[in-house]
């Protein structure tokens, strides 16, 4: 039941408990108290709305940040995780498999703040041993959103 009520409130924050309650068709009244409970137990830990700053002419700079670190003796990777996701700017920070050990994601205003929050912040962490910084240069997708695509399909005609 909380589940349910998770994907929904995953895919549309606004949903209200009525209409949740009708989606679902449990008691409006138990569910505010799943979502509160939820809420308290930092099991939703935000709502989140996804917007288009380009169309108001907000110019933000995002970068992808591959780290390479050294786990640390008792903590692995979590306390250099910890020290780097802590950053204002920071917006995601994950542990991955591969040839890198943490994906990083950054925002700013400029390239150049982007580019000195690595340079100047990042990379002396010890434990660091290397970053590959790659510059989102148009977002098409996020979180399940389209950003700015034309909601026509565009196919290639068959001909038989």
Not at 31 to 42: G, L, P, T, V, Y
Not at 58 to 67: D, P, S, T
Not at 119 to 144: C, M, N, S, W
Request: hydrophobic share 40%; glycine share 6%.
């Amino acid at each position: 039941m909380l589940s349910d009520i998770l994907k929904i409130l995953e895919n549309d924050s606004r949903i209200t408990p009525d209409r949740l309650a009708c989606m679902t068709g449990l008691p409006e009244g138990e569910i505010s108290r799943e979502i509160k409970q939820a809420e308290a137990d930092k099991t939703i830990l935000k709502y989140k709305t996804v917007i288009n700053w380009e169309k108001l002419g907000a110019e933000q700079v995002f970068a992808l940040i591959e780290v390479k670190v050294s786990p640390q003796r008792d903590v692995g990777f979590d306390a250099i995780a910890e020290r780097i996701y802590r950053y204002p700017e920071v917006r995601s920070c994950y542990l991955l498999s591969g040839t890198y050990d943490l994906l990083v994601m950054v925002g700013g205003k400029t390239m150049q703040l982007v580019a000195n929050f690595v340079a100047q912040k990042l990379a002396p962490i010890e434990g660091v041993q290397g970053a590959v910084t790659h510059f989102l240069l148009k977002r098409y997708k996020e979180d399940g959103e389209i950003i700015d695509g034309n909601d026509d399909i565009k196919r290639e005609p068959v001909v038989l």
